[in-house]
């Protein structure tokens, strides 16, 4: 079932008609009420029957709210919708129910779930939204409100149970370092279950995204862990540049010529001086390189 446009007029000039219609017929029933037995009842019954439906058609009035829609039923059955803003006529026999086309959102709870490496993760998202279909949303899902916050946590579950929290390989999508891909992926997720009630996912993102609280502490010290090896792994790598720098320097220079057991014995020197957590004593070597 698809949303397509009801009948419907705008409401100032039939406004306007039923203030002019309705004196006058009511004048017309007094006179002929008034007049002598002898004037032809048909005037007073047909008087009375049009006066009975101009007052009937004044239940066709309802107004549109802007970014509303109007889902118009006749008898059960679906009629249209009406979009435009402002007061609006149409069939009394139709009833009426006001559809927000706002746009929306709301904040999913808290999720306990086990991301791709099975570790317990609390995760939520927000996620906007906004009714672009009124019919599907009115008729093909019960409470389309319900039905969004219901389809969207469990969205959010499906795609938390494919990324790990944190990557170990630098390549590889994460919870916690890719974002964009994260709340992309949970958009369409989203998306997809929610089409069949006429509702459009704007936007989808991570709000809230931790270890649970029975591994957040060896999970932190697992990342500081993390963290130290790879600090170590950039400084090795800039001492290991520097050292080749300066034996470079002091072979092009022709400062000292040092054989290959002098040559590593001052890489090693070098390489505990860059290296080393602490600063280092310096010995200062008054005799010869050479022992023998």
């Known amino acids: 079932m698809n949303e397509r446009s009801a009948f419907s007029l705008p409401g100032i000039p039939v406004v306007l008609f039923l203030v002019v219609a309705i004196p006058a017929t009511i004048a017309v029933t ?4 008034a007049s002598p037995p002898s004037s032809p009842t048909p005037v007073l019954v047909s008087a009375a029957l049009v006066l009975a439906v101009l007052l009937f058609c004044t239940g066709g009035f309802f107004q549109v ?5 109007q889902v118009l039923q006749l008898f059960g059955h679906y009629a249209g919708t009406v979009r435009d803003a402002g007061l609006r006529w149409t069939n009394p026999f139709y009833s009426r129910r006001a559809v927000s086309l706002r746009v929306r959102n709301f904040e999913s709870g808290r999720l306990k779930v086990n991301d791709a490496e099975g570790n317990p993760i609390e995760i939520a998202a927000v996620v906007v939204w906004q009714v672009v279909d009124t019919a599907e949303a009115v008729f093909c899902v019960d409470d ?13 579950r499906q795609m938390a149970q494919s990324y790990p929290y944190d990557a170990h390989d630098g390549d590889a999508p994460s919870l916690r370092s890719h974002g964009d891909v994260v709340n992309g992926h949970l958009r369409r997720e989203i998306h997809q279950r929610l089409g069949k009630a006429g509702v459009d996912v704007v936007e989808a ?11 957040a502490q060896a999970m932190l ?9 790879a600090a170590r792994e950039r400084i090795v790598e800039g001492a290991v540049s520097m050292v080749e720098m300066a034996l470079a320097e002091l072979g092009k220079r022709g400062v000292v010529d040092l054989d290959n057991e002098r040559r590593a014995a001052m890489v090693s020197n070098l390489l505990v001086v860059l290296c080393g957590e602490r600063g280092t004593q310096p010995v200062v070597n008054t005799g010869t390189l050479y022992t023998g």
Not at 30 to 33: H, N, S
Not at 65 to 69: A, I, T, V, Y
Not at 144 to 156: C, G, H, K, R, T
């Open 144 to 156: 389309y409100e319900n039905f969004v916050q219901i389809q969207s946590e469990s969205a959010l």
């Open 30 to 33: 007094a006179l002929a009420i």
């Open 221 to 229: 010290q697992r990342q500081q862990a993390g963290a130290i090896v």
């Open 65 to 69: 709210q802007p970014n509303q829609g």
């Open 205 to 215: 993102r991570i709000s809230h995204l931790a270890y649970a609280q029975e591994i």
